[in-house]
């Protein structure tokens, strides 16, 4: 039973993403159908708080009603997060002040993303990290932070606001695809060709499909040693937009630009 409970959890995940908002009751909205993958055939509707969906393929089993959008703990699959705190930038300097965190930044492939504006990297004089500042829009909403020291106690990675949105580097070509990679530094590494979202973590947030599903194709490339992770959320990001699965030999922040070219 439990492959079939976590299967009814992304199934009514993937449509209150998709579900019409309460001004719009009444009104029904056609989507090519992630389950089926026919076009056009599922349809959902807002009835006065009532989540109605139905897919007309022939094939497809894929129907319900969804009470109350608070009906569902969408994130009872993943790790209870602790509550987000406002931002403290207090201690962040440019990156440059640093010669180790600039050093760290240029090792691991990031500095171009940096240099040409994509990435707004800091440095944390408290902490002693390099910071990757999070952006909704233009407002800075979060950070994230990679120790300096190998040896210190602390944790590798700090999210100083605790939000649950995704660290993007967006591409300054004309790519429309997006690769969901382990760290920030991978995600500005490969951003010289297309957009980089590092996932942060060992679960695939809910809030982060709000920002998946805007590109019309994810790849998720993770080390082999996350291979069954790596399988787990391509499945799931497949049922709001196209995905696929790249396993790595080694890190993309390790990689030279032609060898990301090769696996993408």
């Known amino acids: 039973m439990g492959k079939f409970k976590d299967r009814d959890i992304m199934i009514k995940d993937v449509i209150l993403q998709l579900a019409p908002v309460a001004s719009q009751t009444g009104i029904a909205l056609r989507y ?10 599922l349809s959902i509707s807002n009835e006065n708080g009532n989540i109605l969906y139905f897919c007309f393929s022939a094939s497809c089993n894929v129907k319900g009603k969804i009470s109350d959008r608070k009906e569902l703990n969408f994130t009872r699959h993943e790790d209870k997060s602790p509550l987000p705190i406002p931002l403290d930038i207090r201690g962040f300097v440019p990156l440059a002040r640093n010669d180790k965190a600039l050093e760290m930044v240029l090792k691991r492939n990031s500095y171009e993303a940096y240099r040409k504006g994509r990435a707004d990297i800091q440095y944390d004089v408290r902490q ?3 910071v990757f500042m999070i952006r909704e829009g233009d407002k800075l909403i979060d950070a994230v932070g990679r120790k300096l020291k190998e ?5 590798k990675w700090f999210r100083y606001a605790r939000s649950r949105h995704p660290f993007v580097c967006p591409t300054k070509t004309d790519s429309t695809m997006a690769v969901l990679v382990e760290d920030c530094f991978s995600a500005c590494a490969v951003s010289e060709l297309h957009h980089g979202i590092a996932l942060m973590g060992t679960n695939l947030p809910n809030e982060y499909l709000t920002t998946l599903k805007n590109y019309s194709r994810i790849v998720v490339a993770l080390d082999r040693d996350a291979s069954k992770k790596a399988i787990e959320l391509t499945k799931h990001l497949k049922l709001v937009v196209p995905a696929s699965l790249v396993f790595l030999k080694k890190d993309i922040k390790n990689m030279k630009l032609e060898e990301i070219k090769e696996i993408l």
């Open 32 to 41: 090519d159908c992630p389950f089926c993958e026919h076009k056009k055939t």
């Open 128 to 130: 002693d990290r390099v």
């Open 151 to 155: 040896n210190n106690k602390r944790p």
